[in-house]
């Protein structure tokens, strides 16, 4: 270890500073930013006169019959809000008999746009549902965009209502933070209904996703049904249960190879189309299961991301971790 | 169906005023469930069966199962009296 300069002046420079800050050797806002304990207030006066003081404030500042300021401010605030109300509704109702008729020719939206999407959309897309056609293919960006929103959501709830951990790997017996003591247990209706619909809901949800592209529905509507059947779950036979097939781990894996699958199957198509290169992806025949080339497993990357995201919600608001 | 549209709309403007309007904040919770149904159903009307699934699971579904969780959180529902006597 050379030095250029001698060890004393080397300490007086900014590089020695920062390089033990980096050490963690000292921490310069050590005891500098933090906030001192002061003195603690102690009040002289006896408690009858704290008493009397704490009663003419309530009678001056709360006493709304003889306060004439506070109900004259009253009156004004009910009158303003009404009138603000009100004009609102009026002014968007204004504008609603301004905009024009649903479904005439000449309105704005229809120009090449849609017109393109109606007539090619079969051809290039390869779904019959033109809606899926739409959101997948020619703005699957936007939906890419969509998806993470939903992730970046969990997290951030993850981030406000988590629970942390003990040493020991315990959770802390916050009684107000964890729900799970006060599960009911063993509801017999609610498990025996349970029992028969969830697994109808589940594949009902399969089915809205595996057929996106083919009838209404898609990876949104199938993933929050798959949600909402899962916590329906979750409700009649508690935590235990479903802790056997999702916990955090599970999120994460899915959600991180959905999203990355999505991200990079797009980036390939994008990058192809920009270049005006076949992608080499079969479009197959309209109306079959395996058809609309990067539709499907599009869908299904969604769904995955929908479902997690509303249980992990659901969980994470009852007992802060899943 | 055009008179089927109105008694549905006409529900929606009641309801969306209930809510803001009931003291108790279940009954308000219930009238936001029932507002969403309303809703899913009109978007069936409106020949978009998808968005009435999405609406149905999400708005009726998760979003009200969460603001009961809430509610139960806050002891908003548990403790009846109490919660009526701050108001």
Same mark, same amino acid.
């Given at each position: 270890m050379s030095r250029l300069k001698e060890w004393d002046s080397y300490k007086k420079t900014r590089a020695y500073r920062f390089f033990r800050w980096y050490r963690g050797e000292?921490?310069?806002f050590l005891g500098e930013v933090e906030i001192k304990e002061g003195k603690l207030y102690k009040d002289t006066r006896s408690e009858e006169e704290i008493q009397k003081e704490k009663e003419e404030l309530m009678n001056k500042v709360y006493d709304i019959d003889h306060n004439k300021e506070i109900k004259f401010f009253k009156l004004v605030y009910g009158i303003i809000s009404a009138v603000f109300c009100l004009a609102l509704t009026f002014v968007l109702l204004l504008m609603v008999s301004y905009s024009p008729k649903t479904g005439?020719? &000449?309105?704005?939206? $229809?120009? $090449?746009v849609p017109a393109r999407y109606i007539e090619n959309g079969l051809q290039e897309? &390869?779904?019959?549902?033109i809606v899926t056609g739409m959101i997948l293919d020619y703005r699957a960006f936007d939906t890419l965009g969509e998806s993470h929103v939903l992730f970046i959501a969990t997290i951030t709830v993850f981030i406000l209502l988590r629970i942390d951990k003990d040493e020991k790997g315990k959770e802390k017996d916050r009684e107000e933070a964890n729900d799970r003591n006060y599960e009911p247990k063993n509801d017999a209706i609610l498990q025996i209904i349970a029992v028969i619909i969830v697994p109808l809901i589940i594949i009902f949800g399969i089915y809205v996703i595996l057929n996106g592209h083919l009838s209404p529905g898609g990876g949104f509507s199938g993933g929050a049904i798959i949600g909402a059947g899962l916590i329906l779950y979750l409700n009649a036979f508690g935590f235990a249960k479903t802790e056997r097939f999702f916990t955090e781990k599970t999120y994460k894996i899915i959600c991180f190879c959905s999203l990355s699958f999505y991200c990079l199957a797009k980036s390939y198509s994008f990058f192809m189309g920009a270049n005006h290169?076949?992608? &080499?992806i079969p479009l197959g025949t309209? &109306?079959?299961?395996? +058809? +609309?080339?990067l539709i499907l497993p599009l869908n299904i990357c969604v769904g995955l991301v929908v479902a997690c995201t509303m249980y992990a919600f659901y969980a994470l608001f009852r007992k802060g971790g899943f | 169906m055009e008179w089927l549209m109105y008694i549905l709309l006409g529900f929606l403007v009641i309801c969306a005023i209930a809510v803001s309007f009931s003291k108790n904040l279940l009954n308000s919770l219930m009238i936001f469930m029932s507002y969403s149904l309303v809703m899913s159903i009109i978007w069936i009307l409106l020949e978009s069966p998808d968005l009435a699934i999405t609406e149905a699971a999400v708005g009726a579904g998760v979003t009200s199962v969460l603001f009961f969780v809430t509610l139960k959180k806050i002891h908003a529902i548990d403790e009846k009296k109490k919660g009526e006597k701050d108001e």
């Open positions: 000292k921490d310069p005439n020719p &000449g309105n704005p939206n $229809e120009n $090449e897309t &390869g779904a019959v549902n290169l076949e992608s &080499g309209p &109306g079959a299961i395996l +058809s +609309s080339g | -």
